[in-house]
């Protein structure tokens, strides 16, 4: 077998270093599944959230029907696709494919998932890579220093890194300044050729292409910064990439290979042994805080991506604390960071060199690439609507490239790459996993979705019965307020279907209290509660936006849910006034009246009369009782289900009994609140 001449080779080596890290650039963020795959850099959603601050108006996104969504999304966003008519024949083929081919929509779910499982388990290894990286420069100064001793003092800080965390991705990127210092000479300029890096692969042939796998290492971080497309603004991005972050890597690789032309000896450690006399500490220094940002990158990365296949519903709710009041991506979440914490201490423990962690760390980024090369070319074609044959182009550039490094790089799969594989692949199936299971949640409560007016109906004496497909018997007036809460905030709440049919009950006045999350620190108190009519009398809709800083459920809900109502029938009397007509809805921003959702009001023509009377029965029904009914949901798999279905539905309601219940987050008197439970089939 032939080798690799030493001396000889560094520029090409430099210049194959430059053309991946060149290339990374003009890439899209890394991929969070369909959805945020199809959010190119250039495309953003954040005028979205001052739309939904002012009106409930529909947000359109025009993309093929691939993926089932979640009710409670449906409700509040509108996806549309492009009409027939916008698409070329060509795209409209593809388009048809991909939807009626079942096989296409699984391979894409995987496809995407198992991308944002490779930048998961990519926050296991960056900080092990980078700190530990760092931290081995001390054999420099102290060649017999141990390994337990590099070892240990990467743990630590590792520790430290992770202890911060709750402070925020703001006060801790405050914190860090680290200073850029790069070498270079101008005859290593050429570097930036293309050139060399082919004449290189073509001189050693099998050799040279195996080392490919060594270079990955010049473009890693760059996935970590488009996964961080929450957190920061996409012109930050692009100019802290394309002015600073890429400019200094390609100088800095080009001046280590400088430096080792002339001292070959330099190759062991380059960065440590090519500093400029005197400024070995201050650069072990800057190292080690370098490495502490590069990793603190990847942790923002990932806290980023759980937050996202959470609203996604590929993986249960978990305790999310935002924390910064200006950018909304800004997320710490608890249990992550800890496993994160200890997954890092033990890979850093195990694999105790840069050596055998970088094989795990590259094959972990490059496939990540080339999957990201794959789903952009599905999104040009269904989004961006691009012409077929300019996006196969590019598919094979792209893809060629990715694909020779991903070969390369595979080969080190028995030295120590296997792991992020193993890693990728069990967060891959937790994900779709729970995905598959809420998706078999969602058919299951399909049965429930349909307007209160089909719940109920009303006799010529004004007396409510059940309707016939619920018995048909009559119901009983309970005395009090009862405020349920509705997941969904449309159609009629499953937990007050389950309450109505089984005990023939209801409250004298009944709320369905929902709650709406934006993607804002708070909502302004004129925008935030929305008060409509039902067609069950007595019934009202309560939606309540909030934003991530806003604490809506407290012990004092009650009065709330009274204010609101009180000023919504104060504001009806006003209305009825003016127009001196029955209204069928109205909103508290005084919205126009809309006949959906609501019933007819008996009006006699004295508004003041019609306001007294229905606050009366309002302080009436508060005073006597309030009560708080809360559904609980259980699952049951049906007997008639095949085996490996009923394995994977056991796991997803294994998984879903074990999560954290909302109820115990909720600051609810426990003397006033009712749990319903009831059982589905899946």
């Not at 992020?420 to 299951?444: D, H, M, P, Y």
Request: hydrophobic letters at 45%.
């Amino acid at each position: 077998m032939s080798t690799i001449k030493f001396d000889d080779e560094i520029l090409p080596a430099r210049s194959i270093g430059s053309v991946a890290g060149v290339y990374p650039t003009r890439k899209t963020p890394s991929l969070l599944e369909k959805k945020s795959s199809a959010k190119d850099l250039y495309v953003e959603d954040g005028d979205d959230d001052k739309a939904k601050l002012t009106q409930e108006g529909d947000i359109k996104k025009k993309q093929a029907h691939i993926i089932k969504r979640d009710p409670k999304e449906e409700s509040m966003v509108k996806m549309e696709r492009y009409q027939t008519s916008d698409l070329k024949p060509a795209g409209l083929s593809i388009r048809s494919f991909v939807e009626n081919s079942t096989i296409v929509k699984i391979l894409l779910k995987v496809v995407g998932v198992m991308g944002v499982s490779l930048i998961i388990s990519d926050g296991v290894l960056t900080p092990a890579q980078s700190v530990l990286g760092a931290i081995q420069g001390l054999e420099v100064v102290k060649p017999d220093i141990t390994t337990g001793t590099i070892v240990g003092a990467s743990c630590g800080i590792l520790v430290l890194l992770f202890l911060i965390q709750p402070l925020g991705t703001s006060k801790i990127a405050s914190t860090f300044a680290p200073i850029v210092i790069f070498y270079t000479t101008t005859a290593y300029l050429k570097a930036f050729s293309p050139y060399f890096a082919g004449a290189y692969l073509v001189r050693n042939g099998t050799d040279g292409w195996k080392s490919l796998g060594g270079i990955l290492l010049a473009f890693t971080g760059v996935e970590a910064m488009f996964a961080d497309l929450g957190a920061f603004s996409m012109r930050a991005i692009q100019l802290s990439w394309m002015c600073f972050t890429f400019p200094c890597l390609l100088l800095a690789y080009i001046g280590q290979a400088a430096f080792i032309s002339d001292t070959p000896s330099a190759y062991s450690n380059p960065f440590f042994k090519c500093v400029p006399p005197g400024t070995l500490y201050p650069s072990l220094v800057i190292a080690i805080l370098a490495a502490v940002v590069a990793s603190q990158a990847m942790i923002i990365s990932t806290f980023q991506l759980l937050s996202q296949i959470m609203k996604l519903s590929y993986f249960p709710q978990i305790k999310t604390v935002h924390t910064s009041t200006i950018f909304h991506g800004q997320v710490y979440i608890p249990l992550a960071n800890w496993l994160l914490m200890v997954g890092t201490i033990i890979v850093t423990a195990v694999y105790n060199n840069t050596t055998r962690l970088g094989n795990a760390y590259g094959v972990c980024v490059v496939l990540v690439t080339f999957l990201t090369t794959c789903m952009v070319s599905i999104v040009a074609l269904l989004v961006w609507r691009c012409n077929p044959f300019l996006v196969l182009a590019g598919f094979l550039i792209f893809g060629a490239l990715d694909g020779v490094y991903l070969s390369s790089a595979l080969t080190k799969v028995p030295d120590g790459a296997w792991f992020t594989l193993v890693l990728a692949c069990i967060l891959a199936s937790i994900f779709i996993l729970w995905r598959f299971g809420k998706e078999q949640q969602w058919n299951a409560e399909a049965e429930d979705r349909f307007p209160p007016s089909h719940l109920v109906r009303k006799d010529d004496a004004g007396r409510i019965y059940l309707a016939s497909a619920f018995g048909g018997g009559p119901i009983t007036a309970i005395k009090g307020l009862g405020i349920f809460f509705d997941k969904v905030g449309d159609m009629t709440p499953t937990v007050f279907i389950q309450f109505l049919s089984k005990f023939a009950a209801i409250p004298e006045l009944v709320v369905f209290f929902h709650l709406r999350p934006l993607s804002a620190p708070t909502v302004p108190p004129e925008d935030r509660y929305t008060v409509t009519r039902t067609t069950i009398p007595n019934c009202y809709r309560l939606i309540v936006r909030h934003g991530y800083t806003d604490e809506v459920v407290t012990e004092d809900l009650s009065m709330l849910v009274h204010e609101q109502l009180r000023n919504f029938v104060i504001r009806e009397g006003v209305y009825l006034e003016k127009s001196a007509v029955a209204v069928k809805e109205i909103s508290t921003q005084s919205h126009p009246p809309s006949s959906r959702d609501s019933s007819s009001l008996e009006y006699n023509g004295d508004s003041s009369d019609f306001v007294t009377s229905r606050l009366a029965e309002l302080q009436k029904a508060y005073d006597a009782q309030v009560v708080y009914i809360v559904g609980k949901e259980q699952m049951r798999i049906r007997p008639v289900t095949k085996v490996w279905r009923r394995v994977v539905l056991s796991a997803f309601l294994w998984l879903r009994d074990n999560t954290r219940s909302k109820i115990a987050s909720m600051k609810i008197p426990t003397e006033q609140l009712v749990e319903v439970g009831f059982v589905k089939e899946v």
